[in-house]
């Protein structure tokens, strides 16, 4: 009987980064390269930004004297300063978010030859991630579908012409049937452009974040075999005599060094995520937020539907991010909660000093916040929902 196959987390991790990673690349951005250099893609997509920008600037004041025709223009300005974070942090911060994705790789490469246990760890954490990123890319698509089909539907349905982006494009008046299939494609384009550069972002913090989660359960499986060991080494003294010396101490000591180790990996790590994505992490949070607020503004006026279908996309957008933030709070307790478990009384004297200080930093980690300021959880996202729904009716009171 043949054996099975045994399936390795490192060549999994190393495709899925690849694949990651051609997404990006489309946009014109190689993470993983040692050198990034532009080329046409880069080019395309600066100038998709930068078009968009300005056809959105252009829109908004030439309002014709009309506040709600200038709000509804503004309305996707979330989504450009969300994306223009991305893309910024793609390019400025290259090497720090290839240095992360190659540390992550050597982890799985290492550990996933020592044993069932931790490679049945790390392959459970990739299967993990591939379930995000399905919910993500089946949202996005979903999303983005409704905006694109929505044009054609209104105007098939009753000859209503609305764009599916808020801007109008000077030179093309949206009466001409050609000028009007014209702004269409461009701004179907530029859709694409930003649902892969959306994508293509969440996923390379997502496979940042989601390693957290990983470190922890390896954590735990590190604290496992040092509670093995203590319990041994309280069943050999019950059957000795009293004074008797109990031998494997080198073990013990190597299993807790391990343990510390793992930890202080673990919190540096933390550190180095918080510290290359809480700015991205910051954009994408507020300004679909206040996509959410001006959508809500101009449905409060009188029911407008692209404007409507954006608002899904950014609760969509930023209840993804502070989901995730939460299930990385469970990931800080249950670190928490491993080294509490660790069997203290059985360590002498010094190695209780050593346990004594991871024990401490445990209990204050570093978790990720949202401008240092608000923790990245569903209880942040519920404070913001009630601050756009209070600044809503104080405008429309105004």
């Not at 452009?193 to 390896?218: E, H, K, N, P, R």
């Not at 309280?234 to 031998?247: F, N, S, T, Y």
């Amino acid at each position: 009987m043949s054996s099975p196959v045994v399936v390795s987390p490192a060549n999994r991790f190393r495709e899925l980064t690849k694949n990651i990673n051609s997404l990006t690349n489309l946009l014109g951005v190689d993470v993983l390269a040692a050198e990034l250099e532009f080329n046409y893609r880069t080019w395309t997509t600066i100038f998709a930004i930068v078009n968009y920008a300005g056809f959105t600037v252009f829109s908004i004041l030439n309002n014709g004297g009309d506040w709600g025709v200038g709000l509804k223009a503004s309305l996707m300005g979330g989504g450009l300063f969300h994306g223009l974070g991305k893309f910024l942090t793609c390019l400025l911060k290259h090497q720090e978010m290839r240095r992360l994705v190659l540390f992550s790789r050597s982890i799985y490469e290492e550990y996933e030859n020592r044993g069932e246990c931790y490679r049945t760890t790390l392959n459970s954490n990739i299967d993990r991630l591939l379930g995000i990123m399905r919910i993500i890319r089946n949202g996005y698509v979903l999303a983005f579908c409704m905006m694109g089909i929505l044009p054609l539907a209104l105007i098939i349905y009753d000859g209503t012409r609305v764009t599916a982006m808020q801007y109008v494009i000077p030179g093309l008046p949206l009466e001409n049937n050609f000028c009007y299939i014209v702004t269409y494609l461009i701004q179907l384009v530029t859709m694409v452009v930003q649902g892969v550069g959306f994508y293509a972002g969440d996923l390379f913090v997502f496979l940042g974040l989601t390693q957290i989660l990983t470190f922890a359960d390896m954590l735990q499986l590190k604290i496992n075999e040092l509670n093995e060991a203590l319990e041994q080494k309280a069943e050999i003294r019950a059957l000795m005599p009293v004074g008797g010396e109990i031998k494997g101490g080198d073990k013990r000591q190597h299993l807790l060094l391990e343990v510390i180790r793992w930890h202080q990996l673990f919190t540096d790590y933390c550190g180095s995520v918080n510290a290359l994505y809480y700015e991205l992490i910051a954009s994408q949070v507020l300004s679909m937020a206040l996509a959410m607020m001006l959508s809500f503004c101009i449905n409060l006026t009188s029911f407008h539907l692209p404007s409507a279908i954006f608002f899904v996309v950014s609760a969509y957008s930023m209840s993804i991010y502070c989901i995730l933030g939460t299930i990385l709070e469970f990931g800080y307790d249950q670190v928490y909660e491993s080294i509490c478990n660790v069997t203290w009384y059985e360590l002498n004297g010094d190695q209780r000093k050593f346990f004594g200080l991871m024990l401490r930093e445990s209990q204050y980690p570093k978790t990720i916040r949202i401008l240092g300021v608000m923790s990245l959880t569903v209880r942040t996202a519920l404070q913001i929902v009630k601050l756009i729904y209070s600044v809503s009716m104080m405008m429309m009171n105004r």
